[in-house]
């Protein structure tokens, strides 16, 4: 910790794997088997993998790979207010809660718990006053991976791509969004 919480942001993958190893030892299991029993299966979420360490432990803020239509399941489920179907996979409080903004990361986005959460600018869609704001959450992944939830336009959209170790690594899926899924939907 570098200051008092909620003032300062900067991005840590040591907390992330933190949390996942406070949930296996909770879980009493693996945080794979875990995420394969408690949210994989349950979504219909075809095979993973989650690369490991040395000690065998999964890298809990990468290395997690699947498909990009199983990367879209996650989404919905946000979308859905973490059900899934008939049932509730996750709590919709947590949903809300998970997605709040905490702090904030830069001029563009802010950080709840686990999730970025940001507005996209854009309009005037089909009556929308000019320049509409869309709130959206995500996740960010090395190489360009992303997943974007759209609350208000009950959109989601997962891209992957093998960017890795690129200074702009960035641009590709921030372009697709603007560029293409945006003005696509509206």
Do not use: C
Request: neutral net charge.
């Amino acid at each position: 910790m570098v200051g008092e919480a909620g003032r300062y942001w900067t991005y840590s993958g040591g907390a992330t794997a933190l949390l996942a190893r406070l949930i296996a030892k909770g879980a009493g299991q693996a945080i794979h088997a875990f995420a394969r029993a408690a949210l994989f299966d349950p979504l219909g979420i075809g095979p993973t993998e989650w690369l490991a360490g040395p000690d065998g432990e999964a890298f809990a803020a990468s290395k997690l790979r699947g498909s990009p239509r199983d990367l879209a399941r996650l989404g919905v489920l946000m979308l859905n207010g973490g059900a899934w179907g008939d049932r509730q996979v996750v709590s919709a409080s947590w949903i809300v809660q998970s997605t709040a903004q905490i702090v904030g990361v830069d001029e563009f986005r802010r950080y709840g718990y686990q999730w970025y959460v940001g507005d996209y600018a854009f309009g005037p869609p089909k009556g929308w006053a000019p320049g509409h704001l869309e709130r959206w959450w995500g996740a960010m992944g090395e190489g360009g991976q992303r997943l974007f939830m759209l609350p208000g336009l009950d959109l989601v959209v997962a891209i992957t791509a093998d960017n890795y170790g690129a200074d702009d690594q960035w641009m590709p899926p921030t372009r697709a969004m603007r560029e293409v899924v945006l003005p696509s939907v509206v």
